[in-house]
């Protein structure tokens, strides 16, 4: 059997009777709802951006058959649950949510810092093989390794030998850097000195990866990197940068010889918490030769 769908049809009136009503509920949840935050501002300007999302409810679940657990689970992560939906959709907040958190992602892996950073913390500026950051996105093998003026400028510093190098690079997140590597930086050196042993000089690496750090480490004779960046933004962690520690460095180290203590940033792992696990990972290093998995450290190991 055939259905046939007739259109209803309306006249203007009435038609203009529902747009007034419209207006009229919409003005007045607006005037209900808290006034909005100032804009931040943009991802790479000389203050950074934050990138914290304003506060959400507790929960938007309808009828939740354990509601008193919802707040406490909303309260252990910053990650998107406990959202609701509308119909088989998120809820038009929460996509807004998510295509800010994307923007913040966007906005951070093309953000810069300001060419004065370095100076402004006693670093001595770097680069990479990179010619923009559009090159450094597209080969990432260019970002691991020194250009030849910047390797000289470190091979100045080959008699150092440091128990510790001390390495700032821009990452995938300058913003994160010029949001927390300040505090961070600041945190792993005094917890380094605390600890009694040599730092050297340190250096910022402009269009950096990772692996930048092996070649820094081996040009110094360091015992050890510890090497802060920017690291890849998700949703809405934009300002969230890492720190990257190995001890006997060499050229193409492997990453699982190494160990990372990620998502440092205000509402992640403080700036000093990062610095004494720093602090402890290496001393662990330092007495077995080794880091990274071969340490036995993460979640269920002593």
Same mark, same amino acid.
């Given at each position: 059997?055939?259905?046939?769908?007739?259109?209803?049809?309306?006249? =203007?009136?009435?038609?203009?009777?529902?747009?007034?009503?419209?207006?009229?509920?919409? =003005?007045?949840?607006?005037?209900?709802?808290?006034?909005?935050?100032?804009?931040? #501002?943009?991802?790479?300007?000389?203050?950074?951006?934050?990138?914290? !999302?304003?506060?959400?409810?507790?929960?938007?679940?309808?009828?939740?058959?354990?509601?008193?657990?919802?707040?406490?689970l909303?309260?252990?992560?910053?990650?998107?649950?406990?959202?609701?939906?509308?119909?088989?959709?998120?809820?038009?907040?929460?996509?807004?949510?998510?295509?800010? *958190?994307?923007?913040?992602?966007?906005?951070?892996?093309?953000?810069?810092?300001?060419?004065? +950073?370095?100076?402004?913390?006693?670093?001595?500026?770097?680069?990479?093989?990179?010619?923009?950051?559009?090159?450094?996105?597209?080969?990432?093998?260019?970002?691991?390794?020194?250009?030849?003026?910047?390797?000289? #400028?470190?091979?100045?510093?080959?008699?150092? !030998?440091?128990?510790?190098?001390?390495?700032?690079?821009?990452?995938?997140?300058?913003?994160?850097?010029?949001?927390?590597? !300040?505090?961070?930086l600041?945190a792993?050196?005094?917890?380094?000195?605390? =600890?009694? +042993? %040599?730092?050297?000089?340190?250096?910022?690496?402009?269009?950096? %990866?990772?692996?930048?750090?092996?070649?820094?480490?081996?040009?110094?004779? =360091?015992?050890?990197?510890?090497?802060l960046?920017?690291?890849?933004?998700?949703?809405?962690?934009?300002?969230?940068?890492?720190?990257?520690?190995?001890?006997?460095?060499?050229l193409?180290?492997?990453?699982?010889?190494?160990?990372?203590?990620?998502?440092?940033?205000?509402?992640?792992?403080?700036g000093?918490?990062?610095?004494?696990?720093?602090?402890?990972?290496?001393?662990?290093?330092?007495?077995? *030769?080794r880091?990274?998995?071969?340490? *036995?450290?993460? +979640? *269920?190991?002593?």
């Amino acid at each position: 059997m055939a259905y046939h769908c007739h259109p209803v049809k309306l006249d =203007a009136s009435t038609l203009e009777s529902i747009v007034e009503a419209v207006v009229r509920q919409l =003005a007045h949840e607006a005037a209900a709802a808290s006034p909005s935050p100032a804009s931040p #501002a943009p991802c790479g300007a000389d203050a950074g951006h934050a990138c914290t !999302a304003a506060a959400r409810p507790a929960h938007a679940v309808e009828a939740p058959i354990y509601e008193a657990m919802l707040p406490r689970l909303v309260a252990l992560t910053s990650s998107q649950i406990a959202m609701g939906r509308a119909g088989n959709r998120l809820r038009t907040d929460d996509y807004l949510r998510a295509r800010e *958190g994307h923007a913040d992602a966007r906005d951070a892996v093309h953000s810069e810092v300001p060419d004065d +950073w370095a100076a402004r913390h006693e670093l001595v500026a770097l680069r990479t093989r990179c010619r923009d950051r559009h090159h450094y996105l597209l080969f990432p093998n260019e970002g691991r390794r020194l250009d030849d003026v910047s390797r000289a #400028a470190v091979e100045a510093h080959a008699a150092s !030998a440091p128990d510790v190098q001390i390495i700032v690079g821009d990452g995938l997140s300058p913003n994160a850097i010029v949001q927390n590597g !300040a505090a961070t930086l600041a945190a792993v050196r005094g917890a380094l000195a605390d =600890a009694g +042993w %040599r730092v050297g000089t340190g250096f910022y690496v402009k269009y950096a %990866r990772i692996a930048v750090a092996d070649e820094i480490g081996v040009l110094t004779r =360091a015992r050890a990197t510890v090497m802060l960046v920017g690291e890849r933004p998700g949703l809405g962690t934009g300002d969230s940068l890492s720190v990257y520690l190995a001890v006997n460095p060499r050229l193409g180290q492997d990453n699982a010889e190494k160990n990372c203590i990620s998502n440092v940033r205000p509402i992640g792992i403080s700036g000093p918490e990062a610095a004494r696990d720093s602090v402890a990972i290496l001393k662990r290093a330092f007495v077995s *030769g080794r880091g990274g998995v071969a340490l *036995g450290i993460g +979640w *269920g190991r002593a």
